[in-house]
């Protein structure tokens, strides 16, 4: 009788302790479920490309971006995880991120982990590290780096400057402030004029040559212009005097008004008395000339104008290439300063609450458990500069972007992924399929590549800002 009550006991102990275990099982499982790692994860690869700067750190850096970001970082700026100042050669590492896509690549959150409601809209981001050899180095205490970072947009108030804690936790660290970018102005400014195009001393036919009919007789102060032939100076629009040098003048003028450019004023005078007049009227005509260089001082003077052509030439082309250069950078940075290293975020928090919400359906869900798989689902926020993040649990209880372009990947458990275009999203949410007065569910159709070509997709569509077809994904499987 004993022993039967002492098994009953066990039998009960065993099986409450197996409930325990179960219930605890399923509560460890379903909290793995719909919990959020913390950090950066980037789950379509990691072939990013760094700015890469190497240099003495006892001398400090200044780096300048094809884009106008700038980056004053001081002497003796780093120290090594022991607290010991770093001199020397140093290297570091630097990237930005200004599109949504480049932030969906590199993994870096941008919802805050106690309220996944609220998330970031960037107005500019970046990345800083520093090496000595492969040790990760920390900046100094009392140093800081000015960062000029390249902005798009002038942005409000609302906008505030963010540091990735440990890279895991955004923390608020103050404001910072959007500027003209004054490398640019100053670059600007410093683009040299051009000297005047050099003039070829040999006549085209563009040129209206003449040569003087004189009477050295009774003219004898013109005998120096003698079988000079000359080269009319037209002014805008001036055309070709053919009738007035035909015409027969009394008298001639020859006068250098201008001994720089060798410019002489060449001046026709006369009387004309008309028929059954007494008065006699009288008619001038003027223009400007230089003579026609000839033999030995022609030859000079095209050996001097090849040389100030070619001179012209190489200024315009420097010219030309810094002007490109300076096309390229923003017109526009914003300027804060930093006293650590890792990711800096200039944005704006905003809140899914406002907004309608509900149901996302999509057709590769029979491709997955949903008690089973986790299923991480990406939201890119292309007009805000931002990405979502939401697993198969929670795809019941999602914000809707109405007129606004929002992409989706989602990572699939057989090492593929899904995409659904901007388009499919902007046709399936839109003021007349959702709002927040009532439930909403939307299904999307989706387009599916391996996951090893993401990235390569991904970096295509930002670069290109277009979409790929869906035969070009299909070639892709």
Same mark, same amino acid.
């Given at each position: 009788m004993k022993n039967l009550k002492k098994n009953k006991r066990t039998k009960w102990l065993i099986g409450g302790l197996s409930a325990l275990i179960i219930s605890f099982?399923?509560?460890?499982?379903?909290?793995?479920m719909i919990s959020y790692e913390k950090g950066v994860i980037p789950m379509f690869g990691d072939n990013f490309t760094y700015n890469e700067m190497t240099f003495d750190a006892s001398l400090g850096y200044e780096f300048h971006g094809a884009n106008g970001t700038h980056l004053s970082i001081p002497k003796s700026a780093f120290m090594d995880k022991d607290g010991r100042t770093v001199n020397g050669k140093v %290297?570091?590492?630097?990237?930005?991120?200004?599109?949504?896509?480049?932030i969906l690549l590199s993994g870096i959150p941008m919802q805050m982990n106690d309220n996944r409601n609220e998330y970031m809209q960037s107005?500019?981001?970046m990345e800083l590290r520093a090496y000595k050899g492969e040790n990760e180095l920390i900046m100094k205490?009392?140093?800081s780096i000015k960062v000029n970072l390249a902005a798009l947009n002038k942005v409000d108030e609302n906008f505030n400057l963010y540091f990735l804690d440990n890279d895991e936790q955004w923390i608020e660290t103050g404001k910072f402030q959007t500027d003209s970018n004054q490398f640019k102005l100053e670059?600007?400014?410093?683009?040299?004029?051009l000297p005047v195009f050099p003039e070829n001393p040999n006549p085209d036919s563009s040129d209206f040559v003449f040569t003087l009919a004189m009477?050295? %007789?009774n003219a004898p102060y013109l005998r120096s212009f003698k079988d000079v032939d000359w080269v009319m100076v037209k002014k805008n629009g001036e055309s070709n005097p053919y009738n007035e040098l035909r015409t027969g003048w009394d008298r001639v003028k020859v006068k250098k008004i201008d001994k720089k450019e060798n410019i002489f004023k060449i001046s026709f005078f006369r009387e004309v008395k008309k028929p059954g007049l007494e008065k006699v009227k009288n008619e001038k005509f003027c223009l400007n000339a230089i003579p026609a260089l000839k033999g030995k001082e022609l030859a000079e003077a095209l050996k001097n104008y090849k040389n100030d052509l070619k001179e012209y030439e190489t200024l315009l082309a420097l010219k030309e290439l810094e002007e490109e250069r300076l096309a390229i950078e923003s017109d526009l940075v914003n300027t804060f300063e930093i006293g650590a290293l890792g990711f800096w975020n200039c944005d704006k928090l905003q809140n899914t609450e406002i907004l309608a919400n509900g149901t996302y359906a999509f057709d590769f869900e029979d491709q997955f458990l949903p008690l089973v798989n986790k299923v991480k689902l990406y939201m890119v926020l292309n007009d805000q500069n931002g990405v979502l993040t939401y697993y198969n649990f929670n795809w019941s209880d999602m914000p809707f972007f109405i007129n606004e372009d929002v992409e989706?990947?989602?990572v699939l458990p057989d090492l593929k992924v899904a995409y659904v275009s901007a388009q499919e999203y902007t046709n399936k949410v839109n003021n007349k399929t959702v709002s927040k007065l009532f439930t909403n569910r939307v299904k999307f159709k989706s387009q599916i590549m391996p996951k090893e070509k993401a990235f390569a997709y991904i970096e295509n569509l930002r670069t290109n800002n277009s979409t790929t077809s869906t035969t070009e994904l299909a070639n892709n499987n």
């Open positions: 099982s399923a509560y460890t499982y379903y909290d793995y %290297k570091v590492k630097f990237r930005e991120f200004h599109d949504a896509k480049s107005a500019g981001m205490n009392g140093k670059s600007i400014a410093a683009i040299p004029t009477d050295l %007789k989706i990947f989602a």
